[in-house]
């Protein structure tokens, strides 16, 4: 008989405020003790001084370019990524994974592409259209936009922080 139910939340950083969030989830360990709630972050935080074991980081210091190129080091950056979170979901088991915004969105379906029993719930923060029309390529820009439509569809579910925003994702990504 399984006793906890197990939660591994995956954000890119928690220096924002969408790591605030992963963050808060962190409380539900002291609030419900049939929840076990682990976080993973793709880089440790420049801002914030977290001290806990609850959370693990990929890599100690910011890699990600503000403006993203169709490059070799870009897509090894992002097959490390897929590798790593992979070799943690095998380790910790967890029984719901949430990602919280595009970059770790994207990681979560591939992952649960390979491994359809996973549930992943996706969330969204951010206004995706605008921010890829500023921070990608065009070629980049399309790649993500057709893998979206795949890959989103796939979520057990798709949160968004409001209704206008929720629009937008139905839209670009046809969700």
Known sequence: MKLKLK??????HVDGGTGTFALQLL???????????????LEKPEHRIISNNEIEYYR???HYPNYYQFRYS???????????FAAK????????IISID??????????????????VITTIHNNVVSVTRIKLSPIIRWLVRISGRMLLNKSDSV????????EDLVRYFSI
């Open 27 to 41: 409380k539900l360990n002291q609030l419900d003790r049939k929840i076990d709630v682990k976080v993973l972050t």
């Open 60 to 62: 100690e210091r910011v």
């Open 7 to 12: 939660l591994l939340v995956l954000v890119k």
């Open 102 to 119: 595009t970059h770790c969105n994207f990681l979560a379906m591939l992952i649960k592409m390979i491994k359809p029993r996973l549930i």
């Open 89 to 96: 979901i095998s380790s910790y088991k967890p029984d719901i």
């Open 159 to 166: 949160v968004s922080v409001s209704k206008g925003l929720a």
């Open 74 to 84: 870009l897509i090894r950056l992002f097959i490390g990524e897929v590798f790593w």
